[in-house]
């Protein structure tokens, strides 16, 4: 039983460290100054929203990240939650706020999933993420940018090894280390 307790613990502060690191790309001044998503609690829960969708995306398929993802999608809602308790939502529309914007969250997942298959996933994630990550009304190049951050951060997560994202890190390794 002290072994279980152990893993979970364990297990708990590796999606801790994923979260954090997911959180910690959001921080970055770019995203708001020059790709267009508003310096708001709506647009932070746009641009955590589409790094949490980059990070399942990248454990897709990968059978020893399924329960990871999942646990992080769980470690999000948590924030979410407690961020939108910190703003003085009233107890009892907690529920129904959080219900609203687990379905905006599913619908950009759903949107910028489509996205990425189109056959041209740079014009499908501009069109995808003009009116949801920004504003329908912030200019076309600064969308153009954000489409081409998401695509550049998917292929940083994919560079990652599983068992780097098990260990708790996103980090790619560079091209010269070997695993």
Request: proline letters at 4%; one cysteine or more; glycine letters at 6%.
């Amino acid at each position: 039983m002290l072994k279980r307790w152990r893993i979970a613990r364990q297990n708990r502060a590796i999606v801790e460290l994923l979260y954090q690191a997911l959180v910690a790309m959001t921080r970055q001044p770019k995203l708001y100054e020059s790709c267009g998503i508003a310096d708001t609690f709506a647009g932070r829960f746009e641009a955590l929203g589409l790094h949490v969708f980059l990070f399942l995306r990248r454990c897709r398929g990968e059978a020893a990240l399924e329960p990871v993802s999942r646990d992080v999608v769980d470690r999000f809602v948590l924030d979410v939650d407690s961020s939108i308790r910190e703003l003085g939502i009233g107890y009892q529309a907690v529920p129904r706020r959080m219900r609203k914007l687990a379905g905006v969250f599913y619908e950009r997942v759903r949107v910028y999933d489509e996205a990425f298959e189109a056959a041209d996933p740079r014009s499908a994630l501009k069109a995808a993420l003009a009116g949801r990550a920004v504003e329908a009304t912030v200019p076309e190049d600064a969308v153009d940018e954000l489409a081409t951050y998401m695509l550049a951060m998917n292929e940083r997560l994919a560079a990652v090894p599983v068992a780097d994202i098990l260990s708790g890190t996103l980090d790619p390794r560079e091209p010269n280390q070997g695993d």
